[in-house]
Nanobody, 116 residues
Framework: QVQLVESGGGLVQPGGSLRLSCAASGFTFNGYAMRWYRQALGKERELVATITSTGGSTNYADSVKGRFTISRDNAKNTVHLQMNSLKPEDTAVYYC?????????WGQGTQVTVSS
């Protein structure tokens, strides 16, 4: 079965950095695009970043362009989200996502809190 396990969240001061990781299993990882979403308290879940199966193309929400970088390691079945210049409005639960076999799969999420 598909499993996605996020890690790397935590509390960071404004302007700081965090690197999130998502370990994937249960499907042919190098055949699928991967995504990071986030959901702030009381708000809808939003797409943050997407990376194609080979890692050759990426896309970002306007709110994170120039600050976040998505990457993947197909040898280790992992996808990362490097987050720099963090702002309080980046506070949210961050989720790893894959669309596989006509279904959306999600990890359990990792909390990121940006606060002084």
């Amino acid at each position: 079965q598909v499993q996605l396990v996020e890690s790397g969240g935590g509390l960071v001061q404004p302007g700081g950095s965090l690197r999130l990781s998502c370990a994937a299993s249960g499907f042919t990882f190098n055949g699928y695009a991967m995504r990071w979403y986030r959901q702030a308290l009381g708000k809808e879940r939003e797409l943050v970043a997407t990376i194609t199966s080979t890692g050759g193309s990426t896309n970002y929400a306007d709110s994170v362009k120039g600050r976040f970088t998505i990457s993947r390691d197909n040898a280790k079945n992992t996808v990362h989200l490097q987050m720099n210049s963090l702002k309080p409005e980046d506070t949210a639960v961050y989720y790893c996502n894959v669309w596989w076999n006509r279904l959306d799969y999600w990890g359990q999420g990792t909390q990121v809190t940006v606060s002084s």
